[in-house]
C-alpha cells in the first residue's frame, strides 16, 4: 500500500469518526429531551422556544461554515466544532432555567452546523481523491452512532440526564483530542482542483436549489419517523415497547442501506439507486400504512428507510461538485424539510386521519424518485 493511499484510508477512518460522534450526541440530545423539560419545569411551549434557538444556531452554523470550509480550514472546522459540540452538550445538562437553555441551545446548534458542514465537505474531498463513492458509508457512520447513542440513553434512562451529557461530552473531546494531530494532515483532493468557495454563479444555481428541494423531501420522511413511526404504530394497538422499535426498525433500515450504497453506486450510478430507493421508500410506506396491521406496519417503516437511505449522500456528493456553500444551502434547505414535515403531518392528521396524513410523506418519495435523474445526471465521486 502506498504512502498516499494509506493517508486516504486514514482519512476516511478520521471523518467516519466525527460523523459517528456527532450521530451519537444527537440521539443522546434528542433521547433525554423530557429530562432536559422536567429538570427546568418547561411547558411545551417552552421546549419548542429551546428546540427553535437550536434549529436558529443550525442554520447560522451551516451558512458559516459554508463560508468558511476552505480546504486548509477544514481540520479546524471539524476539531473545533466537534470540540464545541461536546461542551455546549455538556453546558445543556447544567442549564435549569429557560434562558440559560436558550443560549446553549443556540451555541449547541451553530456547533452542530460548523461540524456538519466541515464533516461533509470533507466527505466530498475525500471522496474526490478516492475516485470512488465513499459518502454512503460515511453517512452509514452517523446513522450507526445515533442507534448507539439511542441505546446509551435508554440503557442509563435511570441516570441523570446532567450526568450522561457530561461524560458524553467529555468522550467526544477526549477522542477529539486524541485525534487531532492526524486530523490536522487530513487528505482530500488538491486545492488546485477543488474550487474551495464553489462555483455557484458559473455552475447552474437552479441545480443546487433542486437538491436542496430534494433534500427537504428525503428529510420530511425522516422527520415523519422520528416523529410519528411510534405514534402510527401505537394507534394499531402495539404496546408501548414495540411502538418504540418502529423508528428504530426505520433507523436499522436506514443504516444497512447506506453501508451497502457505495457499491451499488458504484456499479448502478447515483440517479438510479436515489430512484430506485425512492420508489421504494414510497411502496413501503404506503403498504404500511393502508394495511392497517402493527406487523405490515413495522416493516413498512423499515422499507421506507432502506429506500431512503441512498438519497441524502448522493445529493450531498451532487452539492459538493458546487463547493462548501452548495453543500451548506443544500443542508439548510433539506433541514427546513425536517421541521416542517411533522408538523405539516400533524395538521392533516387533525382534519384526516393519521394514516391518510403518514401518505403524504410516500406521495412526496415518490415524486423524489421523478426528479432524481435531473438533479443528479452527471453526478460522479
Not at 82 to 88: E, I, M, R, S
Request: glycine share 12%; charged share 10%; proline share 4%.
Amino acid at each position: 500500500m502506498s504512502r498516499t493511499d494509506a493517508s486516504l484510508r486514514r482519512s476516511r477512518a478520521l471523518l467516519t469518526g466525527y460523523f459517528l460522534g456527532l450521530g451519537v450526541v444527537m440521539a443522546v440530545w434528542g433521547a433525554r429531551m423530557p429530562a432536559v423539560q422536567n429538570a427546568a419545569h418547561l411547558t411545551t411551549g417552552s421546549l419548542s422556544l429551546v428546540l427553535l434557538a437550536a434549529s436558529v444556531g443550525m442554520v447560522a452554523g451551516l451558512q458559516a461554515g459554508g463560508r468558511l470550509a476552505r480546504p486548509e480550514r477544514l481540520p479546524a472546522l471539524l476539531i473545533g466544532g466537534a470540540v464545541a459540540l461536546a461542551a455546549a452538550l455538556a453546558l445543556l445538562g447544567q442549564c435549569r432555567t429557560l434562558a440559560s437553555l436558550l443560549a446553549a441551545a443556540l451555541a449547541f446548534g451553530a456547533a452542530h452546523g460548523v461540524l456538519d458542514v466541515a464533516a461533509n465537505t470533507g466527505a466530498v474531498r475525500c471522496q474526490t481523491a478516492y475516485g470512488k463513492s465513499i459518502m454512503s458509508s460515511l453517512h452509514a457512520a452517523y446513522s450507526i452512532g445515533a442507534l448507539g447513542g439511542a441505546a446509551l440513553a435508554a440503557a442509563t434512562a435511570g441516570t441523570a440526564h446532567s450526568t450522561l451529557f457530561l461524560a458524553v461530552g467529555a468522550a467526544l473531546t477526549a477522542s477529539v483530542l486524541v485525534a487531532g494531530p492526524r486530523t490536522l494532515t487530513l487528505s482530500g483532493a488538491d486545492p488546485e482542483t477543488f474550487d474551495p468557495q464553489g462555483t455557484d454563479r458559473d455552475r447552474a444555481p437552479g441545480r443546487v436549489w433542486l437538491l436542496g428541494v430534494l433534500a427537504a423531501a428525503s428529510l420530511m420522511g425522516e422527520g415523519a419517523a422520528a416523529d410519528w413511526a411510534a405514534v402510527h404504530v401505537h394507534a394499531l394497538h402495539a404496546n408501548t415497547a414495540v411502538a418504540a422499535s418502529a423508528f428504530a426498525l426505520y433507523s436499522t433500515g436506514m443504516a444497512i442501506g447506506r453501508l451497502t450504497g457505495d457499491r451499488l453506486t458504484t456499479r448502478f450510478g447515483a440517479p438510479a439507486v436515489v430512484r430506485v430507493g425512492a420508489v421504494l421508500a414510497a411502496a413501503g410506506l404506503a403498504t404500511g400504512v393502508l394495511a392497517d396491521s402493527m406487523p405490515a406496519a413495522l416493516a413498512g417503516w423499515a422499507v421506507f428507510g432502506l429506500g431512503l437511505s441512498g438519497t441524502v449522500p448522493s445529493l450531498i456528493t451532487a452539492a459538493g461538485s458546487h463547493g462548501p456553500r452548495a453543500v451548506a444551502t443544500v443542508s439548510v434547505t433539506g433541514y427546513l424539510g425536517l421541521l416542517a414535515g411533522p408538523a405539516l403531518i400533524g395538521a392533516l392528521a387533525s382534519i384526516t386521519t393519521l394514516p391518510t396524513a403518514l401518505l403524504l410523506p410516500a406521495l412526496v418519495a415518490a415524486a423524489l424518485a421523478t426528479l432524481a435523474r435531473r438533479a443528479l445526471e452527471n453526478t460522479a465521486p
